[in-house]
């Protein structure tokens, strides 16, 4: 009878033990897929703040350079950071777009622990297009966008992102920049899209500035949104979408953070990574179904709120936030 307990206890004692090291050996196997690593605990971000942000911005009305609501959102912007942000700084400048029109411009930058060397760098553009080139109707072709999901969605993330941060401040340094002049180029000429970012790569806010790496939002706020491996990402930053999308998958949000790669995109985050030498990828949301390579209401009027889910904004800012809450 002894004997048997005795066996039993070894019995059970060895089978615990094995069953341990197996575990152990599951978790060194060590691929950099995510798949085997532990899961986190998503941050305080709230999804309605995020989705208020966005709508902030569409009440203006199309922010188009050189008119009164791209210089009204533009206050707003400028009054956020400053509530939430160390410092701000608005990068005011002229940018010739392909047509010869000069767009007065701003690119909009609020930082946190602005002296800290170890630093990363987050953008969206902030205007939006002034031609709904893309729209079913034509009618309304030359009329201009609310860009709820081109510009404003990327903003309102990361306007709800600083307000985070304003309640637990991050180990490293942060700059948030708004580009300007993003959306007024035209088919077939790369370098007219980006002209905030190429300024502001070619001149950045603070002199001899550097960042360890980027991210540039772009479309994160549709409905069934999807983000794949864009191709300038992957070409210049890797490790840095290796890094985001692994969150992401560890957060429980792999099906909108795909492990795919999807197509090229001459987005802000070109000619941060060319001009600057800033490693910066782009968190886009492609299609390829819709024709145009974007979601079905890239470029027609129907880029409005009414096509915004809170729930893919606060997806984006929890991957982000804990991104940023785990460098040190
Ligand atoms: C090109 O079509 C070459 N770039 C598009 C960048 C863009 C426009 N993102 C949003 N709107
Ligand atoms: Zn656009």
Redesign the pocket.
Known sequence: MKIAKVLTVCFIACFLIACSSCKRDDKSAGTDTATQEESLTPPDYSADSAFAFVKAQTDCGPRVPNTPAHAQCAAFLQGKLAEYCDTVIVQRFDATAYDGTVLKSSNIIGSFRPDNPKRIVLAS?WDS?PWANADPDEANREKPID?AN??ASGVGVLLELARQLSLKAPEIGIDIVFFDA??Y?T?GQ?D???LGAQYWSHNPHVSGYRAAYGILL??VGATNARFRYEQFSSMYARSVLTKVWNTAYRLGYGQVFQQEQAHA????HYYVNTIAGIPMIDI?HQEDQTGT??PHT??TLEDNINHIDKHTLAIVGKTLLSVIYNEK
């Open positions: 553009h297009r860009g081109d510009g993003e959306d180029g088919n790369d007219s899209w980006g772009d479309m995109i001459t987005d802000d886009i390579g974007f890239w470029h």
